[in-house]
C-alpha cells in the first residue's frame, strides 16, 4: 500500500506539473485558430491526430512491454522549453513543449504497441502543423523561398520561350512583368505537402533515417511544384488569362499541389521500425520508492516557479532613428492619431516607435524598429485581427516598391492599404520577408514600416500624388538591386 501510496502522489503531482505548464501555452494556441489575425487551421491537425489515436484504442489491445524512460525526463526537456518560452516572451516557443505532451500521451495510451500501431515521435511531429506555421515560414524563410520559386521557375519558362527575364524575384515573360510575391513563396503547399508526409509516417513508423530522407524528398518534390504553379500562372498571365481570379487560382494551386504528393500517396510504404519504438513514459521514473513523490513535488514547484518568472525578451528593439512625420501633405494638415492601449503596451514592452497621422483622405502610419521580427509584419495581420477582410493585390515596383492590400471592413467600407519597409540604408522592399531576411543576414539599424491609407473609391490620381507626396517628405526613394 505504501507503494502504490507513493506512485499515485508522484504521478498526480507529475500530473499537476504538466499541466501548469502546458496550461498558458494551450490558451495561446487555441487563441491562434480563433484569431483572424493568424489565419490559422491549426485545429484540423488537431482533430486529425484525435482522429489517428481513437483508430488505434479501437484496433486492439497493446503488447504488454515495459517502459524505458521516466517521465520525469520528458517533463524536465519540456520545463526547459517552456522556461526560455517564458523568459523570452515567444510565445511559439512555449507551445513546442505541447508536442512533448503529444509524444508522452501517445506511450501512456500504447498506441504504438496495438494492432494499428502509431509512432510517438512522428505523431509529435504531426501536432507541430497545429501551430501557426505558415506565417513563421513567411516570415523567416519566405524570401529566400520566393528567390528559389523564382529561379526554377524561370528556368522552366525558358525552357519554352524565348524571351524570358528574370531579375530576382521578378520574371519578365513577353514584355509582362510578372512578380512572383510573398503569397507564392510556396510555404503553404510545403506545409501540406510535409503534413502529408509526416501524418503517412505516423503510421507506417518507419526508421528514422528513412523518415529524415521522406522529408527531405517532399521539400524537394514541393518546391517544384511551387515552380510549375508560378510556371502556369505567368504563362496564362502572359496569354492574358485572368488566372489569377477564382476558381482557377485555385484549381491551379490544387493540380500542382496533387502532382506534389501523388509520389508519395501512390509509392511510399517504407518498411516498419517495428518494435523498436517501445511504449514509453508509462512510469513516473526509476527511482527508490522514498524518492518517487519527492521528485514529483519538486517538478511541480519547479514548474510553479517557471511560469512566474519575469519575461526578459533578448528582441527588445533599441533606441531607433525614427522617421519625422511631415507636417503636411499636399496642404492637409497632420492630425495626429494616437495609439491604442493595446499598441502603446506593446511598444512599451517590446521597445520600437508607432507614429500615426491623418492627413485629408491619407492615413499614414510608420512603425520603426531595430527588431524587424518582432515588429514587422504584413498590414493583414493587423487588418484581419480587426475584422477586415483583406486582398492581397500584388506588388509594384514602378516608384517606391510596395505592397497593395484591398481591406474591406464589416460596414461595406474599402480601403486601398499601400506599404513599404524601409532600412536605415535607404533600400526599400516591398516585402517583410525579405526585410527579415536582409536583417537577419546583418542589415542591422533602423527598420520602418510605412504604411499609406487611402479610401478605395479615392481618386486615382489623387492618390498617386499624395503617395509621391508622402513619401517624398519621408525622404523614401528607390535603390535599384535586391541582393542582400
Not at 507529475?14 to 485545429?43: D, F, K, T
Not at 524563410?141 to 523564382?150: I, R, Y
Not at 509582362?176 to 503510421?203: E, H, M, R, W
Request: proline letters at 6%; hydrophobic letters at 50%; one cysteine or more.
Amino acid at each position: 500500500m505504501k507503494h502504490l501510496t507513493a506512485d499515485t502522489l508522484a504521478w498526480c503531482a507529475l500530473a499537476i506539473a504538466s499541466a501548469i505548464l502546458a496550461a498558458q501555452p494551450l490558451a495561446w494556441l487555441v487563441r491562434s485558430w480563433l484569431s483572424p489575425a493568424y489565419g490559422s487551421y491549426g485545429y484540423i491537425y488537431v482533430l486529425l491526430i484525435i482522429g489517428l489515436a481513437g483508430m488505434s484504442l479501437l484496433s486492439g489491445r497493446p503488447k504488454d512491454t515495459r517502459s524505458q524512460m521516466s517521465a520525469i525526463a520528458l517533463l524536465l526537456l519540456a520545463a526547459l522549453i517552456r522556461f526560455l518560452g517564458q523568459v523570452l516572451a515567444v510565445n511559439i516557443l512555449s507551445a513546442f513543449a505541447l508536442a512533448l505532451d503529444v509524444f508522452a500521451l501517445v506511450g501512456l495510451l500504447r498506441l504504438n504497441q496495438r494492432p494499428f500501431a502509431l509512432s510517438p515521435i512522428w505523431m509529435a511531429t504531426l501536432f507541430l502543423f497545429s501551430l501557426p506555421a505558415e506565417v513563421v515560414l513567411q516570415r523567416t524563410l519566405g524570401f529566400p523561398l520566393q528567390m528559389v520559386s523564382a529561379e526554377l521557375s524561370c528556368h522552366m519558362l525558358s525552357a519554352l520561350f524565348s524571351n524570358v527575364v528574370c531579375d530576382g524575384v521578378r520574371i519578365t515573360l513577353e514584355q509582362k512583368d510578372i512578380l512572383v510575391d510573398l503569397p507564392c513563396s510556396g510555404a503553404s503547399g510545403l506545409l501540406l505537402s510535409l503534413a502529408f508526409v509526416v501524418t503517412q509516417n505516423a503510421v507506417m513508423r518507419p526508421h528514422w533515417y528513412v523518415g529524415g530522407f521522406s522529408l527531405l524528398a517532399v521539400i524537394g518534390c514541393a518546391t517544384l511544384g511551387n515552380s510549375l504553379r508560378i510556371s502556369l500562372l505567368a504563362i496564362g498571365l502572359a496569354r492574358d488569362l485572368d488566372v489569377m481570379a477564382e476558381p482557377w487560382h485555385s484549381l491551379i494551386g490544387l493540380v500542382t499541389l496533387g502532382l506534389t504528393i501523388a509520389p508519395f500517396a501512390l509509392f511510399y510504404r517504407p518498411r516498419s521500425a517495428g518494435p523498436r519504438e517501445s511504449c514509453l513514459f508509462t512510469q513516473p521514473a526509476i527511482l527508490p520508492k522514498p524518492i518517487k513523490p519527492l521528485a514529483g513535488i519538486a517538478c511541480l514547484i519547479g514548474s510553479i516557479a517557471i511560469v512566474s518568472l519575469k519575461a526578459n525578451p533578448v528582441d527588445v528593439s533599441g533606441r531607433v532613428v525614427a522617421p519625422n512625420l511631415p507636417a503636411q501633405i499636399q496642404g492637409h494638415l497632420a492630425q495626429p492619431v494616437p495609439l491604442t492601449e493595446m499598441e502603446a503596451q506593446y511598444f512599451e514592452a517590446y521597445g520600437g516607435q508607432a507614429q500615426k497621422a491623418q492627413f485629408g483622405p491619407l492615413g499614414l502610419n510608420v512603425v520603426s524598429t531595430r527588431a524587424p521580427l518582432r515588429h514587422l509584419h504584413a498590414p493583414e495581420i493587423c487588418l484581419r485581427g480587426l475584422g477586415y477582410k483583406v486582398r492581397f493585390l500584388g506588388t509594384r515596383y514602378d516608384s517606391v516598391p510596395s505592397a497593395y492590400y484591398r481591406a474591406i471592413g464589416r460596414g461595406g467600407d474599402q480601403w486601398l492599404v499601400v506599404v513599404s519597409y524601409v532600412p536605415q540604408t535607404g533600400q526599400v522592399t516591398p516585402s517583410v520577408g525579405e526585410a527579415i531576411w536582409r536583417w537577419l543576414n546583418g542589415a542591422s539599424g533602423t527598420w520602418s514600416s510605412v504604411q499609406r491609407i487611402t479610401p478605395w473609391t479615392l481618386d486615382t490620381r489623387l492618390r498617386v500624388q499624395l503617395d509621391a507626396a508622402a513619401t517624398s517628405a519621408l525622404d523614401i526613394h528607390t535603390i535599384k538591386g535586391t541582393d542582400i
